[in-house]
């Protein structure tokens, strides 16, 4: 069968709008009546379908047409209520003229408390449609797409300093630069003997750290080696950052200090300013 074929014809189309009409007329007459009955003003009786209609059709459309919102469960909820309170109050209205009943009080309180109900409803619904979607967490931009591991490092700002030695060969009494609030010289067998002088007591290291340079035989270029080391402060991240420079002779690029340290794009640029 083809699309056209499928589709509703005009007497279909003509059918349903004489049915509409004819059943629209019907309801809205009862359920008028019924207000009626239940004390609402005589001019304003007819205000309680419209309310109740205009609901059933408002819910309906959103639930029929917007597939995917989120708030089509709920419209749907609400549709089909509606149509739930519609027919009983038709029901109702038949059976108390019928055998010329009164209504009861508690149909005389929930008559009066559908046009509130249904303004708050509504209003629900539309309060569902607006509300913008839930924000969405910003992965790093770390390799692996992994967030810093770390956050608590990431706002310390690390003081802007300038590289001295662009060797590894450092001779004795040769001053050591590039490692922030470290100062340093080197003695007479290799090492450097750095000083710390933010702490309450100035404890003296000894520089290159065995633990954060990286590995021997390291290839500049290379996919850089996770850096291992427990303690993740900028400091000490620096330092391996420096070594790491002295050995391929130059700062490493950025992308390669984020796989290397597992941090992000604005740690990384922060570490690697200070390398400098």
């Known amino acids: 069968m083809s699309a056209a074929a499928a589709r509703p014809g005009w007497v279909s189309w003509m059918g349903l709008a004489v049915i509409a009409a004819a059943a629209g007329v019907l309801s809205f007459a009862s359920v008028r009546d019924l207000a009626a009955a239940a004390s609402y003003p005589a001019g304003l009786a007819f205000l309680l379908p419209v309310v109740i209609d205009t609901t059933a059709v408002v819910s309906s459309r959103i639930w029929l047409g917007r597939r995917g919102c ?89 003081p802007a300093v300038t590289t001295e030695a662009t060797s590894t060969d450092l001779s004795p009494g040769q001053s050591v630069a590039g490692l922030g609030h470290l100062a340093g010289v080197v003695t007479s067998n290799g090492t450097a003997s750095t000083t710390s002088t933010t702490g ?6 000894a520089y290159p750290p065995q633990r954060a340079g990286p590995p021997d035989g390291h290839i500049a270029g290379a996919v850089p080696v996770p850096f291992l080391g427990v303690d993740r402060s900028d400091e000490a991240l620096l330092v391996d950052l420096w070594q790491w420079g002295l050995a391929e002779a130059g700062v490493p690029s950025r992308r390669r200090v984020m796989a290397r340290y597992r941090v992000g794009t604005e740690r990384a640029e922060r570490l690697r300013s200070a390398a400098a």
Do not use: K
């Not at 089509?72 to 309170?85: K, Q, S």
């Open 70 to 158: 989120p708030a089509v469960g709920y419209a749907r909820a609400l549709a089909l209520t509606a149509a739930v309170v519609t027919i009983g109050a038709n029901v109702v209205q038949h059976a108390l003229s019928a055998y010329r009943l009164v209504p009861a009080w508690w149909l005389i309180a929930a008559l009066a408390a559908l046009p509130p109900a249904a303004l708050v409803a509504v209003a629900h619904l539309v309060a569902l449609l607006t509300r913008p979607p839930p924000a969405v967490p910003v992965e790093s931009e770390a390799t692996g797409g992994e967030p810093d591991r770390h956050p608590e490092h990431a706002e310390r700002v690390v």
């Open 200 to 205: 309450a007591d100035q404890a003296v290291t």
